[in-house]
């Protein structure tokens, strides 16, 4: 089992920044990859962002040079550094962990709204 926690959402002007947070405990040595999805009102929860154990990376593209995904390995955390927001980037935002037996966990959510 694993147990998956956000932190970090709020409200933010366009162009401001917010750094999500996903502190993970439990089985984590089984995972082989952390993400970060949103879902927004009305819309199918969408990938934003991958890492692997190994430091592999990968991004949606209207995300792609504005977030940053990250790991620290020390204290089992997966951060979100969102720079440069835009409206369109309001959602719920949940961490994600697959493992290598295919098994799928889901943090809790943390609302992230981009308004003037």
């Known amino acids: 089992q694993v147990q998956l926690v956000e932190s970090g959402g709020g409200l933010v002007q366009p162009g401001g920044s917010l750094r999500l947070s996903c502190a993970a405990s439990g089985s984590i040595w089984s995972i082989n990859v952390w993400g970060w999805f949103r879902q927004a009102p009305g819309k199918r929860r969408d990938l934003v962002a991958t890492i692997t154990p190994s430091g592999s990376i990968n991004y949606k593209d209207s995300v792609r040079g504005r977030f940053t995904i990250s790991r620290d390995n020390a204290k089992n955390t997966v951060a979100l550094q969102m720079n440069s927001l835009k409206p369109e980037d309001t959602a719920v935002y949940y961490c994600?962990?697959?493992?290598?037996?295919?098994?799928?966990?889901w943090g809790q959510g943390t609302p992230v709204t981009v308004s003037s």
């Open positions: 994600h962990a697959a493992t290598m037996y295919s098994t799928v966990y």
